[in-house]
C-alpha cells in the first residue's frame, strides 16, 4: 500500500469518527432539551395545581387567573421547544448520512424518547386547560 493510499484510507476513517462524534453531540443536544422541556413542563404544571388549590382554599381566587396562565404558558413552551429539538436533531441525522455516516437504526433512541415525552406534555396541557374550563 502507497502512501497517497494509506493518506486517503486514514482520512476517509477519521471523517467517519467525526460523523460519530457529531451524531453523539447531537443526541446530547436533543436529550439535553428533553431536560429542559421536562423541567418547563414541572415547573408549569406545579404552578396551576399549587394555584388551583389555593383557589379551593378561598372563595376569591382571581389572583391565580394569571398564575394558572403563567403555568399553562410554560407547559406550552416546553412543547414547543421540543418539538423544534426534534426537528433539528432529524435534519442532523439526515445531512450526517448524506455525508456518509449510514443509518445505523431506523429507531434512534432519543427521538423515541422525545417524542413520549412530547405526547405527555401535550396531554398535560390539554388535561389542565380543558380541566380549567369547566
Known sequence: MNHKSQ???????LSGL???????SS?????AWMR??????TFGFT?????????????????SQGLERLGLALI????ISLVLAIIEH???VQTM???????PSRLHLPTVGAALLLAIGITTLLGLALGQST
Not at 36 to 41: I, P
Not at 97 to 103: A, F, H, K
Open 36 to 41: 429542559t422541556s421536562v423541567s418547563l413542563y
Open 27 to 31: 443526541e446530547r443536544s436533543l436529550m
Open 97 to 103: 448520512n448524506r455525508l456518509g455516516l449510514g443509518d
Open 90 to 92: 432529524l435534519n442532523r
Open 18 to 24: 467525526a460523523l460519530n462524534r457529531t451524531m453523539y
Open 76 to 79: 406550552l413552551i416546553g412543547i
Open 47 to 63: 404552578i396551576t395545581k399549587f394555584m388551583d388549590y389555593l383557589g379551593k382554599q378561598e372563595d376569591d381566587a382571581g389572583f
Open 7 to 13: 493518506q486517503a484510507e486514514t482520512i476517509r476513517r
